[in-house]
C-alpha cells in the first residue's frame, strides 16, 4: 500500500474508534496486517483498539464461489429458460 493510503486508513479507524461501529471484513489474520501496512508501531496502536470492543467471526471452509469453468451455479436457470 502506498504511504498515503496507510495514513488514510489509520487516521479513518482512529476517528471511528469509540464513535461509530466498524466492520472490517479481510482474509488476513492480525499477525499479517504488519506485512500489509510495514509500520509495526501504528499496526499495534490500530490492533489494540479494534480489539478493545472487538468481536472476530472466522470463518472457515470452500469457497461459495463459482469456479470461472462453471458460470452457472448446478441448478441455476439458463438465460433460455
Aim: hydrophobic fraction near 35%.
Amino acid at each position: 500500500m502506498k504511504p498515503e493510503q496507510v495514513n488514510a486508513f489509520f487516521k479513518l479507524m482512529d476517528l471511528r474508534y469509540g464513535r461509530r461501529p466498524s466492520i472490517i471484513p479481510t482474509n488476513l489474520d492480525y499477525p499479517d496486517w504488519y506485512e500489509l501496512f510495514q509500520r509495526k508501531p501504528l499496526v499495534d496502536a490500530l490492533l489494540d483498539r479494534l480489539q478493545h470492543h472487538c468481536i472476530t467471526i472466522r470463518i472457515e471452509g470452500p469457497s461459495l464461489r463459482v469456479p470461472d469453468n462453471d458460470p452457472q451455479p448446478q441448478g441455476a436457470p439458463t438465460a433460455r429458460e
